[in-house]
């Protein structure tokens, strides 16, 4: 783990990491998936909406109801890479420095020593993170951001890979705090799973009958291979066609809503590209890609009188592929 003192490093996090094949690439993911199933039923396409926010350097949010298995599931991927986990329960008297760190005085050697936060880690769970107020849902702004944390004037950088998984609830509104568009725009993706079908609940209640799965899920993947994946779908073709019809996508947005797609989310949708071809065999992007990503992608980036899900659709209606 890269040490919290650690000046953080001007190049991107990709950088020095030597990619994978595609192939191998594409067979670890097809590895984790697997894995996570073994814990996780009827979420295969959530499990890979994850898997392609982590290799493609963004963070994620879930939301729904209670007891629909968001916690769950981000806990098996981050167990299925043997990496350093940290699971921060969000409430109303959670303190920013509870989430960063905070420097304590020690006696014995006369000088203030800095006690890492649960942010310094690779994964970290975020639960519930609409019950916290808005001050400590800023503490993530920066970590997000940069992925490093400022704490009494001194800039950290957090571990490399670093991905927030967060959950929130859409239920009791008058107990949550809505997320400020700030945050919102940090997460590359928002998804929601779901209710179960009735033969995928038969067979979850047959998986925790006794121990729950998760307490025995083993890592199956590396640190070291997740770096090198993520430099491989860093290292994807995106042609200029393709980069020209994102930006008239997002362009479309703008037009037709009140707040539209920002660069930064047109950034995240190519890279989850980028990771969508890896996950297909690809190493070149194809509207397909950019397609199948978009709404996961740009859908709560969106501020308009009608869903933001709306908005993408008709974008991607409207916007031919050239």
């Not at 079908?197 to 890592?219: C, F, K, N, Y």
Request: net charge negative.
């Amino acid at each position: 783990m890269t040490d919290a003192g650690t000046p953080k490093p001007e190049s991107d996090d990709v950088a020095g990491h030597d990619p994978l094949s595609v192939s191998a690439a594409a067979t670890l993911t097809d590895r984790i998936i697997e894995n996570v199933e073994e814990v996780i039923v009827g979420q295969h396409d959530a499990i890979e909406h994850i898997l392609v926010a982590m290799l493609a350097r963004g963070h994620l949010l879930l939301e729904d109801v209670p007891g629909v298995g968001k916690t769950v599931l981000g806990r098996a991927v981050a167990t299925s890479v043997d990496c350093s986990f940290k699971r921060v329960q969000f409430t109303p008297d959670l303190l920013p420095s509870d989430v960063t760190g905070v420097n304590v005085f020690n006696q014995k050697t006369r000088e203030f020593e800095f006690r890492p936060g649960p942010v310094f880690a690779n994964v970290v769970l975020g639960d519930e993170i609409n019950r916290a107020p808005p001050k400590t849902q800023a503490a993530l702004l920066e970590a997000m951001a940069e992925e490093q944390v400022t704490v009494d004037g001194e800039t950290r950088t957090l571990p490399n890979p670093f991905t927030v998984i967060a959950t929130q609830n859409d239920v009791e509104p008058g107990r949550t705090y809505d997320l400020p568009m700030a945050e919102i725009d940090r997460f590359m993706k928002k998804l929601r799973l779901g209710y179960p079908s009735e033969d995928e609940e038969t067979a979850l209640l047959q998986r925790v009958a006794g121990d729950h799965p998760i307490d025995s899920l083993e890592p199956v993947a590396t640190l070291d291979d997740l770096r090198g994946a993520r430099a491989t779908v860093a290292n994807v073709t995106l042609s200029e066609p393709v980069r020209r019809y994102v930006s008239r996508l997002a362009t479309h947005t703008r037009n037709n809503a009140t707040l539209g797609v920002s660069p930064r989310g047109a950034i995240a949708l190519v890279r989850a590209a980028q990771a969508r071809a890896i996950l297909d065999g690809r190493d070149y992007v194809i509207p397909d890609d950019v397609q199948t990503e978009a709404p996961s992608v740009w859908s709560h980036r969106i501020d308009a009188d009608r869903p933001g899900e709306a908005v993408v659709d008709a974008a991607l209606e409207s916007v031919p592929v050239e």
